[in-house]
């Protein structure tokens, strides 16, 4: 076939259309699904794209399908704050019976949650606070996960040497908290040095790049690096091994990601902090379904963090 | 020859400020002027390297191309996912990634040449398609579970990171093929100017078409080596990528306009990014102070420059 202008924009038409109708069909599938007296509850994750998140996702969608008369509707913000606010203005058009949100960030996401409350829909916030509190909260405190890990690192180096974080983007709130709670530990031991501190964006390329700077910059004045988040950690931890330095610096991540999991298997990562996916995903939609029904349901459910080395790795590995 | 002039001008005006930012750093740090340093800066501005040579000939024809950070994404995903351990040999993978990056490049190609698109608006849909498409082959999650084999292209070879070898070959070849290729020149005119240029016989469609492809086919080559580099294929990495790209192809000296820049100026460009990147690492510098640094000594390299060169 020789490619035309017009065959070219016909063919991307015809994409389109393809996809449009796809989307359309699922969407009035799920309408028409709706029967009397069945509770419609309304999803939007942060991220699909980011291991957690899915992970957390997935939990809430499989644990939602195990209710019978509840039907979940989920949407992927995409990391976008502005993608997230029109998915929660059309859940609140479609009036759904209570809405599990999972916000972007912790100042630009408010407005959404302020809309919410407006529309005088249940609110479960999972994960992710912001500035406006929903009706309920889900969630992990990220201040106990950076102090946990920091006091890992203490233990190893017995409270004495140089330490690198990196940092998750900055001004989200696991971020912000994972910082105060490292900051916390290093209080608590004098011994215990910042050599430096920089943002590598929850991402393996650039916490890669910025370790193998830090490697020339501070080598031997540092014995320990921790990373926000796992992907981070994997970053430091591949420019720690390609420099040979690794057997000197203890490296420690947080959320447990699979990758992560099996670097502590083979014994290449020190410890990641385990942030329960499954278990924040459950007790979302678990609040959800209590607020569409009027019942009463705590204000805050506090899912606890734990240490994984390679001693207790055998009960996260499913 | 006026243009050669302006443009030995524009060379040296730009080496001069990468040389000033590294003295700077020299005497600041003690650890920047080392082996293991600039090495360190080498292996880092490969991949961004590899990228600005391709865009390079797109900027050239008078085009764009803002798909790169994603089509880097997307073929890492798919080279990632043909190179898991005893599935294929070595060059499986390889291939299928620089395969995705070219077919990426010469659908925004034919689309722009045949489709009358504008530049910008193919590559902006192309950077959402690609995206797109890197989260649903892996399903959203990165690829792991590479093979020792292909991650080995992040490592050395005669203690040279191969990456940087690559980067070096790309920019050699495409040096090499602008100045003495009738293709090549084919590409100036067509930038410079695209009626006078298809008045003067030359298949201006052909030449856009092969610009594009190439630009794809290094990206791809790119998204191969960030996915040997961090062991997996991320559908989420590489973003932005494309600015850092086309950034240092304009720092170097290559117009948006078309039909004026050099491969030499390019790796200038990227050079000088590289080094800052490193130097404020180096320097420990906070992230909220780095990003407003970078904007200024990019915007005053490239405006010293230009009055350099107008001088």
């Not at chain 1, 929660?88 to 302020?114: G, H, R, Y």
């Not at chain 1, 989200?172 to 709670?181: F, N």
């Not at chain 2, 689309?111 to 082959?137: C, D, E, K, Q």
Request: contains cysteine.
């Amino acid at each position: 076939m020789r490619l035309t202008p017009r065959t070219a924009a016909a063919a991307f038409l015809a994409v389109g259309a393809l996809a449009l109708s796809a989307s359309f069909l699922s969407g009035c599938k799920k309408a028409e699904a709706r029967k009397e007296g069945e509770l419609l509850i309304g999803f939007s994750s942060r991220d699909l794209s980011a291991e957690y998140t899915a992970k957390l996702s997935e939990a809430v969608v499989d644990y939602a399908k195990t209710k019978p008369g509840v039907k979940l509707v989920m949407v992927d913000a995409q990391s976008d704050v502005q993608k997230q606010f029109s998915q929660v203005e059309n859940f609140i058009a479609q009036k759904v019976d209570a809405i599990i949100l999972n916000p972007c960030e912790l100042e630009a996401s408010t407005p959404a949650v302020d809309r919410i409350k407006a529309a005088g829909i249940p609110l479960v916030l999972v994960n992710q606070t912001t500035k406006s509190v929903g009706d309920s909260y889900i969630g992990s405190n990220d201040f106990e996960a950076g102090r946990i890990a920091m006091e890992a690192i203490a233990k190893k180096l017995n409270g004495q040497g140089g330490v690198l974080m990196l940092h998750g983007i900055m001004g989200t709130s696991a971020q912000l908290q994972r910082e105060a709670g490292a900051r916390e530990v290093f209080a608590k031991y004098p011994g215990l040095k910042l050599v430096d501190h920089q943002t590598a964006s929850w991402d393996r390329a650039k916490a890669l790049a910025i370790t193998e700077n830090w490697i020339q910059a501070h080598k031997g004045k540092f014995s320990a690096v921790f990373a926000h988040n796992d992907e981070m950690a994997m970053g430091a931890l591949l420019a720690l091994e390609r420099a040979q330095l690794k057997k000197d610096v203890y490296v420690i991540g947080i959320d447990a990601i699979a990758q992560a999991l099996s670097a502590v298997k083979e014994g290449r990562l020190d410890a990641t902090v385990f942030q329960d996916a499954v278990g924040q995903g459950k007790g979302s939609v678990d609040a959800a379904l209590l607020l569409a029904k009027k019942q009463p349901c705590p204000k805050e459910t506090m899912i606890p963090f734990q240490l994984i080395t390679r001693d207790n790795l055998s009960q996260f590995l499913k | 020859m006026p243009t050669l002039d302006r443009n030995l001008l524009h060379r040296y005006g730009l080496l001069f400020v990468i040389l000033l930012v590294g003295l700077g750093l020299t005497l600041t740090t003690d650890t920047f002027l080392s082996v293991a340093n600039l090495t360190n800066v080498a292996r880092q501005v490969s991949i961004n390297g590899i990228l600005a040579v391709g865009v390079t000939f797109v900027l050239l024809t008078a085009g764009v191309d803002l798909s790169l950070g994603s089509v880097v994404a997307l073929s890492g995903v798919a080279c990632a996912t043909f190179a898991h351990p005893g599935d294929h040999p070595v060059f499986v993978p390889i291939v299928v990634g620089l395969l995705t990056g070219a077919a990426c490049g010469l659908v925004n190609g034919v689309l722009v040449t045949r489709g009358g698109v504008a530049p910008f608006i193919v590559t902006l849909g192309m950077m959402t398609i690609s995206r797109g498409l890197a989260l649903i082959v892996s399903g959203g999650r990165p690829v792991a579970n590479m093979s020792n084999e292909l991650t080995a292209l992040a490592g050395d070879f005669l203690g040279i990171p191969i990456p940087v070898l690559c980067f070096a070959g790309v920019a050699l070849a495409a040096w090499f093929f602008l100045r003495n290729f009738r293709l090549g020149r084919h590409i100036y005119a067509v930038g410079g100017n695209e009626n006078a240029a298809r008045a003067a016989g030359v298949p201006v469609e052909r030449v856009k078409l092969f610009a594009y492809g190439l630009c794809g086919l290094l990206t791809g080559l790119a998204g191969v080596v960030l996915a040997a580099r961090i062991t997996t294929g991320q559908p989420n990495a590489g973003q932005a990528y494309e600015l850092d790209a086309i950034a240092a192809v304009v720092i170097g000296g290559t117009s948006l306009a078309g039909g004026v820049g050099t491969i030499t100026g390019t790796l200038l460009g990227v050079l000088l990014i590289g080094v800052i990147n490193n130097g404020l690492d180096l320097l420990g510098v906070s992230s909220y102070y780095q990003a407003v640094i970078k904007g200024v000594i990019i915007v005053g390299a490239v405006w010293l420059d230009r009055r350099q060169a107008r001088s």
